[in-house]
């Protein structure tokens, strides 16, 4: 199996702060790949360097086999890379259907704007949002608006699919529907990078997990290995619903 | 192309075309220069919209496209002896040049420091004109009376200048609806939304908002030259007036920023209030009220911005769900 996202020793800084410590992994296709830690850890901060958002201050990121530090979030996009905000950010005065049409006009597959629709509408029967199509997005719910930001990033058709916290605030039925939808979108031969604090929904979806704790990579393996590392349970002792969380994912 | 059949196309066409029309029509000079003055407005605040409200920029520095073309077009009618469509196509160029070698330095700047910067421009254009010995320096540059005699006479000049302007006008309305409607159009107002979220989507935002400023620059860079040579002459101070790319701001703040309609609802309704202001004789103490335009501008646009920063198309699409259909 080929590697699609190789991160070799990024590092990331603001200003004082350590974000980033030389993280590496690799990310093969077809994957899911679990990324947990506590909160501050450096998780979105990984995202936005893998995606462009933030340069490096150190390492190496290569992508579908190019070297593509430093490279622009747009310059990521049109190669097949696709995000989720944690904060979502939808682009308000636009409709639902609009969002949605951006990703695909110009993202990986820089569709006419005629096919972009038909492919907003297919993405958003597939997220649950079509009814909501000719709505503002403005005016959706955080939840919908969680449900816009993947089919945004979907619509784009990508390669590589971030996920940053998709199920954070979404009750037990939403996550469930929203664990379909990923594996769904995992079966259509998408690669996934996701975060997430739900730890039974990611220890589900996982093939493997890497955690972080104080920008530095401390534990990687399968979700069974990642459950019983004492070191990640350490991680989490500051946080003792999610160590509990994680304990209950030991069988 | 389905975009075509949009109502919100046609009406907004047709008034322009009214517009246009009635002094045609009537062959009345007085409501020439009346309509001239209007339609300038109209197709400014159309332009500025593009990088305005399409793309949630807020430029102070639009006439300078206006008075650089204006006087580069000057230039040559006076100088090389240019016909007019030749000079107004420079002066359409100039201003797209202009505005595509500011873009890539100043669009890197967001909100109020690019707004900060624009009004830096349109200081620094008037005193380089001013200087500038090729163009007149500080007494700019007058026509020869002879210039208009290729037109068949002064007067007949005038409806030539009048003419251009108003397919400049309808171009402008045809030229906005198009980007409005494209996928271009789509990666602007994505910018306008949230700029580091459109990035992330894809869009090239440099290359983006520097063809928008390019875009919204070229007629007014045209529309100097026909209201100079109307004119007879420009100087520095005419040309680079920076209360007039404030009006312009407020027109298509009043009318609705974003939409088709407002700029030009915006522009009639604006100056029809500029021209009740000037005829009236009501004094404030003792300044006669006309003084008070600019006062008045500044009151409005605060008005505008506290209670319906959409504008009024923006407002009734708003609140009117079904006149999207019909207002675009
Ligand atoms: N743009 C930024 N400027 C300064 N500090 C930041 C910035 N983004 C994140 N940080 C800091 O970096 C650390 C990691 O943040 P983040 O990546 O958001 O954590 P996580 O997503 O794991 O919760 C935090 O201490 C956060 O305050
Ligand atoms: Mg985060």
Known sequence: MSVLLQVHEVTKRFGGLQALTQVSFDLPEGQILGLIGPNGAGKTTLFNTINGVYKPDGGRITFRGQDVTGKKPYYLAKMGMARTHQIVRPLNDLTVRENVMVGACFGHENRPLHEARAIADEVLAFVGLDARADQLAGSLNIAQKKRLEMARALAARPHLLLLDEVLAGLNPAEIDGMVQTILKIRDQGVTILMIEHVMKAIMNVSDRIIVLDYGQLIAEGTPQEIASNQRVIEAYLGDPRMAEQLMEEQV | ?328
């Open chain 2, 1 to 328: 192309m389905k975009q075509w059949l949009h109502p919100g196309f046609w009406i907004t066409f047709v008034i322009v075309l009214a517009l246009g029309l009635a002094p045609i029509v009537t062959q009345n000079a007085s409501i020439r220069e009346v309509m001239f003055t209007i339609l300038l407005a109209i197709s400014m605040a159309v332009s500025l919209n593009i990088i305005l409200g399409y793309t949630g920029y807020v430029s102070f520095g639009h006439v300078v496209f206006f008075g650089l073309g204006g006087y580069l077009g000057m230039y040559l009618i006076d100088s090389w002896k240019a016909s007019l469509p030749l000079a107004v196509l420079g002066g359409g160029a100039i201003a797209a040049l202009l505005a595509l070698a500011l873009g890539a330095s100043i669009l890197r700047l967001r909100g109020a420091y690019f707004a900060l910067a624009t009004i830096g421009i349109n200081e620094a254009a008037r005193t380089f004109v001013a200087n500038f010995e090729p163009f007149g320096g500080p007494t700019g540059i007058e026509l020869h009376f002879s210039v208009y005699r290729d037109y068949g006479g002064p007067a007949q000049a005038l409806w030539i200048a009048y003419y251009a302007v108003v397919g400049i006008t309808l171009f402008a309305i045809v030229f906005s609806y198009l980007i409005k409607t494209s996928k271009f159009g789509l990666g602007l107002m994505s910018i306008r939304e949230d700029e580091d979220a459109a990035e992330v989507m894809g869009i090239v935002t440099p290359r983006a908002k520097t063809l928008a400023f390019v875009f919204s620059a070229v007629l007014p860079g045209m529309l100097g030259v026909l209201f100079f040579f109307k004119n007879g002459n420009v100087e520095p101070g005419d040309a680079f007036r920076l209360h007039f790319s404030i009006e312009t701001l407020v027109m298509i703040m009043l009318g609705g920023q974003g939409t088709l309609l407002g700029p030009v609802l915006g522009a009639l309704g604006y100056q029809r209030l500029r021209g009740l202001l000037l005829t009236s004789d009501v004094k404030i103490g003792t300044l006669p009220l006309k003084d008070f335009q600019l006062v008045i501008s500044g009151i409005l646009l605060l008005i505008i911005v506290l209670f319906i920063p959409a504008g009024l198309v923006g407002w009734l699409r708003r609140r009117f769900a079904p006149l999207r259909r019909v207002l675009a």
